[in-house]
């Protein structure tokens, strides 16, 4: 007699349930423990639902660009700050224009409202500009002048000290002083690629009164050494940094408004947790010359820091200012990288930068340093905005919606189950239980996202959810009716539940394969709450998947094995006399001719 062959798995085999279910169960108290530990226990709603903030914002003007605000600069500015606030698509907030020149912005209660109004208010214009002079942000104080003595002159009252001497600087009159950063500034705005801002008509003619106005003096016995005037606009410009208060936010935002790229500028920026004030020369290198940005963890010196690669183009610029600066003395080997007129980080330089790559850092958090990065990677806004109005929306409306559609998903999941229970009676426990454990993944998952990736449930999220449980029911609907179809062929249930599950599963993934699709391609194709509806039933319909080959099938296995239900009772929805069951099949048929009788005589 002829061994049976190995490998293939007969048809009737029965499998092993218990691992499946194991697997499921692990993955329930896993999700639910997390959800736990991250203390975020419901999942999050949208600005329909747990209500939120509503920003106004007007776009404005720029000089020299009178047709800046048309349609498509519009669309492209909704189109950066959807991605700016919502990341990966999901957090359901709102970006919409209204009328010409506005934009509405709605933000769901839960995500840090100040935050959220620095990234769709910034319009992240980056600048990498030389460090000309640097020094605290508050105005120097008055210095005291001997009685009889003369004034000294507005540009060198006060006049700070340039950073990263190392030593203490010799005293010196207000006029020495002010005369030395006079030159330090000139020297540095005549550098190579520098232009020296050239005095205004007034200012020259002023210079020019004052010096017919002065009477000639008798020179002294002893001639002094000459001392090279200060240009007049780089007076100016001294002034102008000596009494810059950059610990007041108005002159904050002042400092620097209207320039050029290509002109010298003042700007305001923190170093810890004190503010400091720049003397910043042109604009070397730009925010279009960089290609990518993101904030990352720098495993060595355990710190958030902001990476940034340069475009081709952006690298050579890149190399060849840091190869100018790193011959220069401090603050001068320093640039200073401007973001929207304000100085995030100002790194020395000892060698040229070369190969397209930089880093920012100083003292970010993961948030900053993540926002930062987001900025700059999805660019800058074509037009600048200002806050029109910021307003509180309420969840009045959303929250009786919500209830009535919780109603009606209650009452839908009810027929469901008197349908169940009427139709297939001992089979609807298995779908109930199979439809608790849907609901414990999605809810559980849900909340997670919530924490992940900013995932806010609106209303038409909670009809994806509700749709969701007729996806689910018909897939144990599919197989129920397999194994029926088996048992009137005549087979027990064992082995029914077994052969019936190829042909179900096929269907399955065929059914739930079309409804993942369309969800699909209905989240990549719209915008707005209608992605909520998207996700949520393409997520439940994975569930669907999961469910069905980690715990329906499983489950399924073992209640076979009962008696209640492998006996055939009236009540288990398996009763081969109600499904109109043929006769058993023989385990075996002969096909040949069937022998004559024996006589026993013969015999």
């Known amino acids: 007699m002829a061994a049976p062959k190995k490998g293939r798995r007969p048809t009737g085999a029965q499998g092993r349930p218990g691992r499946a279910l194991a697997i499921i169960l692990i993955a329930m108290v896993a999700l639910t423990a997390g959800m736990f530990l991250t203390k975020q226990t419901t999942p999050r709603l949208g600005i329909d639902l747990a209500g939120g903030t509503s920003i106004t914002l007007k776009a404005k003007s720029e000089p020299g660009k009178p047709n800046a605000i048309n349609e498509t600069n519009m669309n492209t500015a909704v189109g950066i700050i959807d991605r700016r606030v919502n990341g990966l698509g999901v957090s359901e907030a709102e970006v919409q224009t209204q009328g010409r020149d506005h934009i509405i912005v709605n933000i769901p209660k839960g995500v ?116 090279p005037a200060v240009d007049p606009a780089v007076a100016d410009l001294q002034a102008k940094f000596a009494a810059l208060d950059c610990t007041k936010e108005d002159q904050r935002a002042a400092a620097g408004k209207g320039a050029k790229p290509e002109d010298p500028i003042l700007a305001c920026g923190q170093r810890g947790t004190a503010w400091g004030k720049w003397v910043l020369g042109p604009a070397q290198v730009n925010g279009q010359d960089v290609k990518d940005a993101k904030g990352v963890i720098d495993q060595q010196r355990g710190q958030w820091i902001v990476t940034m690669q340069f475009t081709d183009k952006g690298a050579d610029k890149f190399a060849k200012i840091t190869g100018e600066l790193a011959t220069k003395q401090a603050p001068q080997n320093q640039f200073a990288i401007v973001l929207d007129g304000k100085v995030i980080s100002d790194p020395s330089v000892s060698q040229a930068l070369t190969g397209g790559n930089a880093e920012i850092s100083g003292g970010f958090t993961q948030q900053s340093a993540q926002d930062l990065g987001n900025m700059l990677s999805y660019g800058a806004l074509p037009l600048s905005f200002s806050e029109d109005s910021v307003t509180t929306v ?98 027990t249930l064992r082995p029914a539940v077994e052969r019936a599950w190829p042909r179900a599963r096929r269907t399955i993934l065929v059914s739930d394969f079309v409804s993942f699709l369309a969800a699909a391609v209905l989240f990549i194709v719209t915008v707005g709450k209608v992605q909520g509806f998207a996700f949520t039933l393409g997520l439940t319909t994975l569930l669907d998947v999961v469910v069905v080959f980690l715990f329906t099938k499983p489950i399924m296995t073992l209640m076979a094995r009962t008696k209640f239900f492998s006996s055939g009772h009236p009540w288990s929805g398996l009763d081969p006399k109600r499904l109109g069951a043929k006769p058993p099949l023989r385990r075996s048929r002969r096909t040949g001719p069937v022998p004559a009788p024996v006589d026993a005589k013969e015999a």
Request: glycine share 10%.
């Open 394 to 491: 309420t969840a009045a409306l959303g929250g009786e919606q919500l209830k009535a559609g919780l109603i009606a998903g209650a009452i839908g999941l009810l027929l469901v189950v008197i349908y169940l229970v009427v139709y297939y009676r001992g089979l609807a426990f298995i779908a109930i239980v199979s439809l608790m454990v849907s609901a414990v993944l999605t809810y559980t998952i849900m909340s997670l996202l919530g924490k992940g990736i900013g995932f806010a449930l609106n209303l038409p999220a909670v009809c994806g959810a509700i749709v969701a449980i007729g996806i689910t029911a018909d897939s144990f609907i599919v197989y129920f009716e397999r194994v029926r179809d088996e048992i009137r062929e005549g087979r």
């Open 112 to 227: 840090n409202e100040q935050q959220a109004r620095e990234q769709v208010g910034t319009t992240a214009q980056l600048y990498f500009r030389p460090v000309l002079a640097f020094a605290d942000g508050a105005p120097a104080a008055p210095e005291t002048k001997p009685s009889g003595s003369p004034s000294p002159s507005a540009s060198g009252s006060g006049a700070p000290k340039a950073e990263g001497s190392g030593k203490p600087s010799a005293p010196a009159t207000p006029s020495s002083s002010a005369t030395s950063q006079g030159r330090v500034l000139s020297e540095a705005l005549k550098a190579p690629g520098t232009p020296t801002p050239s005095p205004t008509a007034s200012e020259s003619k002023k210079a020019d009164d004052n010096k017919a106005a002065t009477p000639s003096a008798t020179p002294p016995a002893t001639p002094a050494p000459s001392t």
